[in-house]
């Protein structure tokens, strides 16, 4: 993916979210939108370097996807960027807004703000190794380090010292205790005139927001002021919201899918998948969402939820549950 390439398919994207945007999950916000830049979970250095188990593992239909890592090492990103550049990933984006408590025990996410010469060294470590893209995820403060100035400070340095130039933006602070990681996404007012400024006062970079975004028609206010807009939780518990995303925000001209049409396409993924040993739960958990506000979605969620974990469940389980919606609303 060219720089250009990296641009457009940045003006929309999917937040990384630690346990729901797994590879199976990508895949089906795939089969939704082809222009959107998916994200993984947040994968720890750690994990990658040390931990047992493929944790780069990904569909090659899920391009263009980026990599979030967590860690605060220069070295073992550099190594886990390049590791990421090889496997063919379009980005690699460094974690600097997740304020859990495991994620702060290891020095990384959010704490990582009041940091940021450290930032900018990991960022520099994994640019020097890699010809993608080198992007980091942020707040726009932490505790009561939350002035203009110091977001401010914290963009430049990163941007001087380790050369990034592609900012996400979550719209709100992050207090590193006393809030649990849902509070924190709650809590704390969105303040999106912050990235606004950022891109005012930085117009030669990449400015992205994240945070409260539900809308097609809030992305689009939001893109009048901003190269970006990342939709999290909402893209996750109401995934129909992605069906128009590339006519009205990429301008594809293209029919919009209905939601059978999306469930039948994912048909030879699950069956590939069981196949390959995959539990059926762990692929149906991510299409629960579809039919949400639609006659028939309360059945569609119950019918999966009550059988996709039973040993030996396979396509029937979805095929029974799309049964359940009447056919006669033509979705």
Sequence with gaps: ?????????????????????????????????????????????????????????????????????????????????????????????????????????????????????LVADCVKAMKDVVDIPVTVKTRIGIDKQDSYEFLTDFIRTVAERGGCQDFTIHARKAWLSGLSPKENREIPPLDYSRAYQIKKDFPEFNISVNGGIKTLEEAKVHLQHLDGVMVGR????????????????????????????????????????????????????????LFQNMPGARQWRRYISENAHKKGAGLEVVEAALAKIPKELGV
């Design 1 to 117: 993916m060219t720089l250009s390439d990296k641009y457009h398919a940045s003006r929309f994207s999917i937040a990384p979210m630690l346990d729901w945007t797994d590879r199976h999950c990508r895949y089906f916000h795939r089969l939704i939108t082809q222009e959107t830049l998916l994200y993984t979970e947040m994968i720890t250095t750690g994990a990658i370097i040390h931990g047992k188990g493929d944790f780069l593992a990904y569909s090659e239909e899920e391009h263009p996807l980026s990599l979030q890592l967590g860690g605060s090492n220069p070295e073992e990103l550099a190594r886990c960027a390049k590791e990421a550049a090889v496997r063919g990933y379009d980005e690699v984006n460094l974690n600097v807004g997740c304020p859990s408590d495991r994620v702060q025990n290891g020095r990384f996410g959010a704490c990582l703000m009041a940091e940021a010469d």
């Design 234 to 289: 909402e893209a996750y518990q109401n995934p129909y919201l992605l069906a128009e995303v590339d006519q009205q925000i990429f301008g594809v001209d293209k029919p919009v899918k209905k939601r059978s049409q999306i469930v039948e396409e994912m048909y030879p993924y699950i069956e590939k998948e069981l196949s390959e040993g995959a539990y059926l739960g762990h692929i149906t958990r991510h299409m629960l969402g």
